[in-house]
């Protein structure tokens, strides 16, 4: 599990300037797939080694009268779920009744809030922010967001303290995982463990059904977990002799009415899935064909590097015309991700579920399969004879030797001379003959570039 930061604040404090900064490393991810919208509300952080979720609660429209009324709900929700609130206010135009509002209504919740006096670049940062310990809230956290001054200082005061309870939350320097030794040891472990599958989707698209319907069929050992909403349900599970563990965004377990059908969503729950997940099942409404919301979900998907599988639900009942105009349009919007297997199934009448795990199998053994050193600079010096790295600054590129720095994702590292200077485009024609190489189906690859030997 990854702790969760939510930003508030009134508008124009830099909440978003904020979340744009502690969001950017994850989305160079992403950006390997042009098409995808980032989510400008909710993120996957990753800042000098510090892995957690961020929400940029946006809602808060700092009106004085009532700041009940004003918080829309999904602001609410945000602050409810996050283990950490940064209430962001502007150093630059001082202290005022929409900050009092706000700080009056977190006084209120059972939560480590901090206050965060952003913009303090060129201005004395200690006399301007002086006035908002007024707010009863403690220490002044200064920073100037859109420079990065005091981010990472913020960070560590705010989000260390939360270690013990989520371990998950630090990531290893760089240089350090990616030693040959410590992506064996990562896969020796990812082995031994049971498959860890996320049942995500946005809502109704089927989910619960989905999930009873595997249950169902499956000896199933489930137990009770306390939990607020947005804990997922992990329940074991055995399937063709190989062990499981279904983590359950739709709450199958806790679902008791149809209220509580509704209010069982939240993006916050899908992120902790997907993070925690080694394979990701992505569930899309065929009758209600690709929306802003799945794409969104499936940008969070391939930024976590997790493996995927997609599956159009809902496909019983359908003209064939229809069924022809939904398989273009998923060609159209979805054709980019050509790594991630496409299922057509019917979570109410069972149809096509079965295969489903052949996919997801598929995807685990190929986010797990073993690489060496040996085998990847074979085919390292292959893609390089077949299409010469560029001339860069007037000496030829050169990759000298590459080897496994991870997995699920498989990460390939690459060693050589300037070959941080490669251009994207041969970067990607990398990528592209290592997927082919290695014959992977179901899970991005990550290659990695590293000067000198
Ligand atoms: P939001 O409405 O809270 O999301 O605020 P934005 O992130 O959109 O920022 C509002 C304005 O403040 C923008 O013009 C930003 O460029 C500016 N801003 C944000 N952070 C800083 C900062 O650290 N220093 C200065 N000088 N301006 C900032
Ligand atoms: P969730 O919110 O994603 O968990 O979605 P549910 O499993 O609660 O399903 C939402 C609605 O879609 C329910 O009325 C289901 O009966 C219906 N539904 C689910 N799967 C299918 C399917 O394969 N075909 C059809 N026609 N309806 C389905």
């Known amino acids: 599990m990854l702790p969760v930061v939510a930003l508030v604040g009134r508008p124009n404090v830099g909440k978003s300037t904020l979340f744009n900064r502690l969001t950017r490393t994850r989305d160079a991810l992403v950006a390997d797939f042009p098409g995808l919208t980032r989510d400008r509300k909710y993120g996957q952080a990753n800042y000098e080694g510090l892995q957690f979720i961020v929400v940029d609660t946006g809602g808060i429209s700092g009106d004085e009268q009532g700041i009940d ?36 209504h977190l006084r209120k919740q059972n939560k480590s809030v901090y206050v965060v006096a952003n913009k303090v670049d060129g201005i004395d940062g200690d006399s301007e922010s002086a006035d908002f310990f007024a707010l009863g ?64 989707g946005k809502p109704n698209v089927g989910k619960s059904t989905l999930t009873n319907r595997i249950l169902g069929e499956e000896r199933v050992v489930v137990y009770d977990q306390p939990g607020t909403t947005r804990d997922s349900i992990f329940i074991p599970m055995e399937r063709d002799g190989r062990e ?127 690489i060496n050193t040996s085998m990847l600079t074979r085919i390292m010096d292959m893609a390089q004879a077949d299409h010469q790295p560029p001339v860069v600054r007037g000496r030829r590129v050169k990759m000298k030797y590459a080897h496994a720095g991870g997995y699920n994702p498989p990460i390939i590292v690459i060693h050589g001379n300037q070959v941080k200077d490669l251009p994207d485009s041969y970067k990607r024609y990398m990528m592209n003959y290592f997927r082919k190489s290695l014959k992977v189906m179901g899970t991005p690859i990550k290659v990695e570039f590293r000067e000198g030997a």
């Open 69 to 104: 009324m004003a918080m829309a709900n999904q602001s609410l929700m945000a602050i409810d779920e996050a283990d950490v609130v940064l209430f962001l206010v502007d150093a630059r135009v001082g202290l005022t009744g929409a900050d009092q509002g706000i700080a009056e």
């Open 244 to 370: 499981y563990v279904l983590i359950d965004t739709a709450g199958v377990r806790r679902r008791r009415s149809i209220s509580e059908a509704v209010e069982k969503f939240s993006i916050v729950k899908t992120l902790q899935a997907i993070e925690e997940a080694n394979v990701v099942l992505l569930v899309i409404d065929a009758q209600e064909g690709i929306t802003d919301q799945d794409l969104s979900l499936l940008g969070f998907v391939l930024n976590s590097g997790r493996s995927l599988v997609l599956a159009v639900n809902k496909w019983d009942g359908l003209d064939k015309d229809v069924k022809d105009e939904i398989k273009r349009e998923l060609d159209r919007r979805l054709g980019f991700i050509d790594f991630a297997r496409l299922h057509f199934i019917s979570a109410l009448h069972g149809t096509n579920v079965g295969h489903l795990f052949e996919s997801v199998q598929e995807a685990y053994n190929s986010a797990t399969k073993r």
């Open 137 to 200: 809230l403690g220490d002044v956290n200064q920073i100037a967001a859109a420079h990065g001054r005091g981010v990472t200082q913020l960070l560590t005061h705010t989000l260390m303290p939360l270690a013990e309870q989520f371990p998950d939350m630090q990531v290893p320097e760089e240089e350090e995982v990616t030693q040959e030794q410590d992506a064996e040891k990562q896969l020796e472990k990812l082995l031994a463990s049971p498959i860890k599958l996320a049942i995500v």
